[in-house]
């Protein structure tokens, strides 16, 4: 199980840091990610890190999010920084304990996804 947190409101180049705790064994040998869906719009990919700390991350999001993890709490964090109203969406993680690097990016090759978790950024 995923469980996500850390959404709020927050003013146009704020920052906010998201978190995702997973529960059950074997936590640092998966892929995790973070997707988001604003309204209206389909699922998009933000920031994935494989369990050799490899990370990658959507164009829009470059430079401005990072994405860490911490094996020995097993949780995932997304940090955002220079936030603007176009990062508006649920924010969602992913784990995979089998993805292939060419399919980190594809939400329907993650198997476990947490509840969600909203982030609103005003003008």
């Known amino acids: 199980q995923l469980q996500a947190s850390g959404g709020g409101l927050v003013r146009s180049g704020g920052s906010l840091r998201l978190s995702c705790a997973a529960s059950?064994?074997?936590?640092?040998?998966?892929?995790l990610a973070w997707f988001r869906q604003a309204p209206g719009n389909d699922r998009e990919f933000v920031a994935a890190?494989?369990?050799?700390?490899?990370?990658y991350y959507a164009d829009s999001v470059k430079g401005r999010f990072a994405i860490s993890r911490d094996n020995a709490k097993s949780t995932v964090y997304l940090q955002m920084d220079s936030l603007n109203p176009e990062d508006t969406a649920i924010y969602y993680c992913?784990?995979?304990?089998?993805?292939?690097?060419?399919?980190?990016?594809?939400?329907?090759?993650?198997?476990?996804w947490g509840q969600g978790t909203l982030v609103t950024v005003s003008s």
């Open positions: 992913a784990a995979d304990s089998s993805l292939i690097l060419s399919s980190i990016g594809l939400g329907e090759q993650y198997t476990y």
């Open positions: 059950g064994s074997g936590f640092s040998r998966y892929t």
């Open positions: 890190i494989r369990y050799n700390g490899h990370t």
